[in-house]
């Protein structure tokens, strides 16, 4: 290969990647098109815990939706990743509506990028960063168009690959630990999934290169054991766990998730996995074990039910992530495919003879992403509250006395509330309906008669769009809004 030619390759990659980039975007953007608010219920909770972090200065917090607990380290798993957007906001200036809005795609993108840096070294970098561009974002498993923490310590997957498969300096096993080290403090089953995809390697270089599996594993090992201690208290019942049955969600269903990433990809997958066997090499024994190993766990819990639950579903993730950078060894396999030479003169076309995989290749591009694109855009998605929700909030927030300190409204829209208001609430749906949230619907839809009711509960903010019939509620300048008469207060 001429240097020229060194030079050339590069330049026509970046030509390639820039256009994957901005499809990792795209997809991470869906659900966000034409909503200016968080999506999931989980951006929500993310956004309220930072704000508690930022006014407390610590880690350690009142619980800001019902104040009846205390959000600490052994409690919230995810404190850095709250303590980290808390302060990048309060740094950058830039407004939560912004974060949570653009952030997930620009996330993603760092994401696709990080597997390209990886791929690229074995020859499919562009064709692994294709392929993750088409990991799905659901409400039931989360993915990277939510600002969420398992989208966030996606990308430090690829990276830490990266670092395993190429270097085997101390330097590389510092940052592998500061890697761990911060995946356990964002979200740890990230971590253990790292974990379980970086265990194969280890263990095919415990011969022949022993000192690279104990820098590894050392580095993997030592932040479950020092920075996090709290992580012992957990040990126990979570080997309890494995040996019990878990219940599966209805709305996580693994077919289904299958059927929407796209069978063309994991047809894909199927080939990068044979071409990587046949390839050889720790590194590509590695990825695709890494691969069967995922495989093994969720299957085990979608077929048998035993496992961890949280490993199950974020799993489904870091699966995917797997099996799309498998794929683009797939893909390059099919770019790279040649006519035998008997062939190309019997057809006498060179210009398709001698580029048929490229042809193919680009054929088959096109197809999956004209089948992949509209599926991910079909993909249903809910809407917590609307644009006269959140303008009221900020009423709220700006115009009513702090002395306002709880409030009732519809406990769908709650956690919404809460985030922007900081103010508490009585109760709010996360999950499944409580008997709490029946009775304020029937509060609410009783047209908020039962001022007993409102001061038993130390409740003096009544948010609603429904009729209300009574006395001791003031409705305020903003339309849906009720003070309790009493402690009717609104700043100057």
């Known amino acids: 290969m001429t240097q020229q030619n060194t030079y050339r390759i590069p330049k026509l990659d970046y ?28 951006e929500w909770v993310h956004w309220a ?10 880690a350690t917090f009142v619980d800001p939706f019902l104040g009846q607990s205390t959000i600490g380290l052994g409690t919230n798993l995810e404190a850095s990743f709250h303590l980290f957007w808390g302060v990048f906001h309060q740094i950058s200036g830039i407004s939560w509506l912004t974060i949570f809005k653009y952030f997930p795609g620009i996330v993603f993108v760092v994401t696709v990028l990080s597997v390209y840096i990886m791929g690229r070294r074995a020859g499919f970098g ?12 659901t409400v039931g498993i989360l993915g990277p168009g939510f600002l969420v923490p398992v989208a966030m310590g996606l990308l430090f997957i690829p990276l830490s690959l990266f670092l395993a498969f190429n270097f085997r300096t101390i330097w590389s096993y510092v940052v592998l630990f500061i890697f761990t080290c911060f995946l356990l403090a964002i979200h740890a089953p990230t971590a253990i999934g790292l974990a379980i995809v970086l265990a194969p390697y280890i263990l095919l270089n415990l011969k022949g290169n022993f000192k690279h599996s ?66 050889g090499g720790k590194e590509n024994y590695g990825l695709v074990l890494g691969l069967l190993a995922l495989l093994a766990m969720v299957a085990i819990f979608h077929s048998l039910h035993y496992g961890i639950d949280t490993m199950y579903y974020r799993g489904l993730m870091y699966m995917m992530l797997l099996i799309s950078i498998v794929a683009g060894a797939g893909l390059m396999g099919v770019k790279n495919l040649k006519l035998p030479e008997r062939l190309n003169a019997q057809l006498k076309v060179p210009l398709i003879t001698k580029n048929v995989g ?36 900020v009423w709220i927030r700006e115009n009513v006395d702090n002395k306002h300190e709880k409030a009732i409204l519809d406990p769908w829209k709650a956690t919404a509330f809460t985030a922007v208001t900081e103010r508490k609430v009585l109760t709010r749906i996360h999950g499944y309906p409580k008997p709490s949230d029946e009775e304020a619907y029937d509060f609410l839809n009783g ?41 009717n207060s609104v700043r100057e």
């Open 15 to 42: 030509l390639v990647l820039l256009p994957i980039l901005a499809l990792a975007f795209y997809i991470a953007f869906i659900p966000h098109q034409g909503y200016s608010y968080p999506v999931h219920i989980d």
């Open 49 to 58: 815990y930072s704000n508690a972090a930022l006014r407390t200065g610590s």
């Open 126 to 137: 562009w064709e692994a960063a294709l392929f993750t561009c088409l990991i799905i974002t």
């Open 214 to 279: 104990l820098g590894i594993t050392l580095a993997m090992a030592i932040p479950f054991l020092a920075p996090f201690p709290w992580i012992f208290d957990m040990l126990l019942p979570t080997a309890k766990s494995l040996l019990v049955p878990q219940p599966l969600l209805e709305y996580v269903q693994l077919p289904r998730i299958v059927q929407t990433y796209g069978y063309l990809p994991i047809l894909f997958c199927l080939l990068g996995t044979f071409l990587l066997a046949m390839r």
């Open 358 to 393: 490229l042809i193919l290749c680009l054929a088959l591009v096109g197809l999956t992403l004209a089948v992949g694109i509209p599926n991910r855009q079909n993909i249903p998605y809910y809407r917590m509250i609307d644009s006269e929700d959140y303008q009221a909030f």
């Open 447 to 487: 047209g908020c008669r039962d001022t007993t009711f409102l001061r038993e509960n130390g409740i003096s903010i009544v948010y609603t769009q429904g009729s209300v019939d009574n006395p001791d509620l003031v409705e305020q300048e903003m339309k849906h809004v009720y003070l309790l008469k009493e402690a």
